[in-house]
C-alpha cells in the first residue's frame, strides 16, 4: 500500500485493531520513510501523508497495552474527533439520503420516501453501530422494499420489532429485490439483468423458476 500510495496520502481504516507487531511495522516506516518490499534486497523511499481512523478511544487503548504509544504520538498530530452519531441526531436525514442515492443506484432500485415519523424515529434510536448500523439500514429497506415498522428504542437494530416483511426467506427477499429492479427499469429485463450484474439468461432462469412471465416488455421487442 505504501508503495503505491508513494507521493499522496494512504488512509488507514480501524487502525487501532492492527495487531501489536504490524504496528511496530508501521511505526518504522513512518520513522524512517522507507520500506522493503516482499521479495526484495533493497530498502526503497516512500513519501506517504497518513490518514488514520478508529471507532475506538486509542488513548485508552495505549493505556490498556493494545496500542503503542510511540506509534500513537506520531500518528496524533492532527486530531479530528467526529462524534457518534447518536450525539449528532441532526445529521441522520442528510445522511439517510445520501445512502438512499448511493444505494438506490448500486441496487437498481428507487429510492424511499423520508417521513417525518421515521426520521423521529430514527433520531430517538442510540445507534451502537454509528454511521455503519445506519448505511445497512438503509440498504436493508432498500432491498426489503420498505423500512421496517421498527421500534428504535431496542438494543439494536437486528433486534427491533419488526413486520412479518422483515423475517423473510433469503429466496423471498432476492426475488422481491429482482422484481422490484425489473419494474423500476419499466420491464426491460436487459437492463435489469445488467443493473443486477447478472446475465440475461440468469434472469430469464429465475423468472422461469419462479413462473412470472418471460416475455420481453415492449420497449424490447
Not at 534486497?41 to 471507532?55: F, G, H, L, Q, T
Not at 437486528?158 to 429492479?181: F, G, N, Q, Y
Request: with cysteine; charged share 30%; aromatic share 6%.
Amino acid at each position: 500500500l505504501f508503495y503505491y500510495a508513494h507521493g499522496g496520502t494512504l488512509f488507514l481504516d480501524e487502525i487501532s485493531e492492527l495487531p501489536l507487531p504490524m504496528q511496530t511495522r508501521l511505526l518504522r516506516v513512518l520513522e524512517e520513510r522507507k520500506l522493503r518490499p516482499v521479495g526484495s534486497e533493497r530498502e526503497i523511499p516512500v513519501d506517504v501523508r497518513i490518514i488514520a481512523a478508529s471507532n475506538r478511544d486509542l488513548a485508552a487503548e495505549v493505556a490498556a497495552g493494545r496500542f503503542r504509544q510511540d506509534l500513537y504520538f506520531r500518528l496524533a498530530v492532527v486530531d479530528i474527533r467526529i462524534p457518534p452519531l447518536r450525539e449528532r441526531v441532526e445529521d441522520i436525514p442528510d445522511l439517510m439520503r445520501h445512502f438512499m442515492e448511493m444505494l438506490s443506484l448500486q441496487l437498481g432500485v428507487a429510492p424511499l420516501p423520508l417521513s417525518h415519523g421515521l426520521v423521529s424515529g430514527l433520531a430517538a434510536y442510540a445507534w451502537p453501530g454509528n454511521v455503519r448500523e445506519l448505511r445497512n439500514f438503509v440498504e436493508r429497506s432498500l432491498i426489503l422494499g420498505a423500512f421496517p415498522a421498527a421500534s428504535l428504542s431496542s438494543a439494536s437494530t437486528a433486534s427491533m420489532s419488526v413486520d412479518d416483511d422483515d423475517c423473510l426467506p433469503l429466496e423471498v427477499v432476492e426475488r422481491r429485490h429482482i422484481l422490484r429492479v425489473v419494474e423500476a427499469c419499466g420491464g426491460n429485463k436487459s437492463e435489469a439483468a445488467r443493473r443486477l450484474g447478472v446475465s440475461r439468461k440468469t434472469l430469464e432462469r429465475k423468472f422461469a423458476d419462479w413462473g412470472e412471465d418471460t416475455r420481453p416488455a415492449a420497449a424490447e421487442v
